[in-house]
């Protein structure tokens, strides 16, 4: 019995009554008297929030308010100070009930706290999405009434970086069966000038088939294998052990990169942009036929038929368009891997299209930068586009236990069972 009366004060909590709510309701005349910064709902948090407090200073005394007497002898209640609570409507003027003593701290509201993080929340996920911080001033201006400084703004957003170094140097997979690569581009701000530069970007597919993004790495002005092999030495550094198929865009030394750290690994060209690339050499009024021809080569059934197909299109083409040709005779090995495997996995290498679609997220958020200051400013948004995107990301592959079967018969001395 007296554990129930403990338990029954200690949730004693007054919230606004019913006719409270429709006396405010009754004022109502348009939507700011809702959401407004002074709307009901300000108001109504404001009552609950006390009645909470009050509540939980009742338990710290050990007496409700109004007796007399309690467990904590000699200490009691010793009125109230203002404190401002930043709130999605705006800022709320509470009253925060005290002791004598001076030990009761509220645990809803902290002393030192005005928040529970919501404004710092609200900047980041603006800044995640691309907005200029002259936009997220103006934002926040609206919404809460408060007026933000463009280096309060930076402060919030530079305490990430800790979370972004953190989550570039993590530990990685032993194993990934299949990664992608490839770049996007940003103006970057170098020695006084901008600067047209690379964020290079790695995905890869685990065992489970759940794909995650490996890191980005920000261009330091090295080209072609040099930087690529700074890259692929990275991944190994976090415990990258294997690899078995890396689907690229034709990336610049990435072959002699990644087959110096792991030889084994195959590597397939993405067939989609090399018809864009070959097609640039092909006339207009050419193109419609040429695409006829370059079906037969790449959605043949098998490699044979693809390089019979190939030797008919350089007889028909060469002498016209020599260099589009061309392009595929000279890079034909590492377009041709697909032909190694079942349809579930060419579908899955045959082109970069699963880390085009995370890209073309990436670039919605980079679109409405002129120019960033410095590659850590790249990281750091790059970083929070990354967790939004990342968050929609919880499932595996479609039929990846069919296509894990198939790896483990092609990669048989490299799949751990």
Not at 79 to 92: A, F, L, P
Request: glycine residues 6%; charged residues 25%; neutral net charge.
């Amino acid at each position: 019995m007296t554990d129930i009366g403990k338990n029954t004060k200690k949730k004693r909590i007054e919230l606004p009554s019913t006719e409270k709510v429709q006396e405010e309701l009754a004022k109502v005349e348009n939507m700011d008297d809702f959401f407004g910064r002074d709307g009901i709902f300000a108001r109504l948090f404001s009552d609950t929030l006390e009645q909470m407090m009050e509540a939980e200073l009742s338990d710290h005394l050990g007496y409700e308010k109004y007796e007399s007497s309690g467990r904590n002898s000699g200490n009691s209640r010793n009125g109230y100070y203002g404190k401002k609570v930043r709130t999605s409507s705006g800022d709320v003027e509470i009253q925060v009930p005290r002791d004598r003593e001076g030990s009761f701290e509220p645990k809803i509201i902290p002393k030192y706290g005005t928040n529970t993080n919501e404004l710092e929340e609200k900047i980041l996920g603006l800044y995640a999405r691309g907005v200029s911080t002259r936009d997220i001033q103006d934002t926040l201006g609206e919404l809460y009434g408060v007026d933000i400084s463009a280096s309060t703004i930076s402060k919030v957003t530079d305490k990430v970086w800790e979370a972004v170094e953190a989550w570039q140097n993590r530990p990685l997979a032993a194993i990934y069966p299949i990664i992608y690569m490839d770049a996007i581009h940003i103006k970057l701000r170098r020695d006084g000038k901008v600067a047209n530069t690379a964020v290079h970007i790695v995905l890869g597919v685990d065992l489970n088939g759940y794909r995650d993004v490996l890191g980005h790495w920000v261009s330091d002005g090295a080209e072609g294998a040099n930087f690529w092999l700074s890259v692929i030495t990275d991944l190994q550094s976090r415990g990258v052990q294997d690899i078995f198929i890396a689907s690229v865009d034709g990336l610049t030394g990435f072959s002699d990169a990644i087959h110096s750290v792991f030889p084994n690994t195959e590597v397939q060209r993405c067939i989609i942009h090399q018809i864009r690339n070959s097609l640039r050499y092909v006339s207009w009024k050419d193109q419609k036929e040429f695409i006829k021809d370059l079906k037969a080569v790449y959605q043949a059934p098998s490699r044979e038929v693809a390089e019979t197909n190939l030797v008919h299109l350089a007889e028909k083409w060469s002498a016209k368009y020599a260099i589009a040709v061309r392009s595929w005779e000279n890079n034909w090995d590492e377009l041709s891997t697909f032909f190694n495997y079942p349809a579930e996995i060419r579908r899955l290498i045959y082109t970069t299209n699963t880390i085009e679609g995370y890209n073309r997220q990436l670039r919605k958020v980079t679109k409405t930068k002129a120019s960033f200051p410095t590659s850590q400013a790249v990281r750091k948004l790059l970083y929070l586009a990354n967790v939004n995107i990342l968050k929609k990301w919880t499932r595996p592959l479609v039929h990846w236990p069919l296509i894990l079967n198939q790896l483990a018969i092609r990669f048989e001395d490299r799949v751990p069972f």
